[in-house]
T-cell receptor, first 117, second 115 residues
């Protein structure tokens, strides 16, 4: 069965600090997808990134970067030079479906990030 | 920017009552989902819906739950006889999965409180 573990529950940093959010996953499938979602105070879940199991290249998007390592079953998310607007709950998620017909996501418990001015 | 809208934002109901949560997905999306988040816990998949039928459902989605797309725009979740443990935030999501696996667009959620 698939499982996503986000061991950190709450992280508090001061603005401009870098912060890394950890995610470890379990799956028996060789084809799977990993995701990060952000849940701001308004409540909706906002898609940030998708990675498929065959693409271990790290990705950078502005201040955000993701490190996918199959050897350790991890998909970590780093925010560089954090800002107050980054304060949110961040969820890592996994999908074993490779057809696209069912985006059934298994979520981790989420990490509450607080960025203080 | 197109968005998924959900109503009501908060509903309080008595145990045993029927509840209908409504969602308007993004208009050109083909796949629809309900997830729920019990306070302080993880977001859990309930059901996915495509081509006017359920494509997958979780163990949580028992006979008390049903979904419907009654017209071209709304997507509803009905709980026939609510239990205390149904208290949660219910999220509707939609996607155009032909091009974006797992890229779900979520609404802001409907908080259900069962007393």
């Amino acid at each position: 069965a698939q499982k996503v573990t986000q061991a950190q529950t709450e992280i508090s940093v001061v603005e401009k600090e870098d912060v890394t959010l950890d995610c470890v996953y379990e799956t028996r499938d060789t084809t799977y997808y990993l995701f990060w979602y952000k849940q701001p105070p308004s409540g909706e879940l906002v898609f940030l990134i998708r990675r498929n199991s065959f693409d271990e290249q790290n990705e950078i998007s502005g201040r955000y970067s993701w490190n996918f390592q199959k050897s350790t079953s991890s998909f970590n998310f780093t925010i560089t030079a954090s800002q107050v607007v980054d304060s949110a709950v961040y969820f890592c998620a996994l999908s074993e479906d490779d057809t696209g017909a069912n985006s059934k996501l298994t979520f981790g418990k989420g990490i509450t990030l607080s960025v203080r001015p | 920017e197109p968005e998924v809208t959900q109503t009501p934002s908060h509903q309080v109901t008595q145990m045993g009552q029927e509840v209908i949560l409504r969602c308007v997905p993004i208009s050109n999306h083909l796949y629809f989902y309900w997830y729920r988040q019990i306070l302080g816990q993880k977001v859990e998949f309930l059901v996915s819906f495509y081509n006017n039928e359920i494509s997958e459902k979780s163990e949580i989605f028992d006979d008390q739950f049903s979904v419907e797309r009654p017209d071209g725009s709304n997507f509803t979740l009905k709980i026939r006889s609510t239990k205390l443990e149904d208290s949660a935030m219910y999220f509707c999501a939609s996607s155009d999965s032909l091009t974006a696996i797992g890229e779900l667009f979520f609404g802001e959620g409907s908080r259900l409180t069962v007393l």
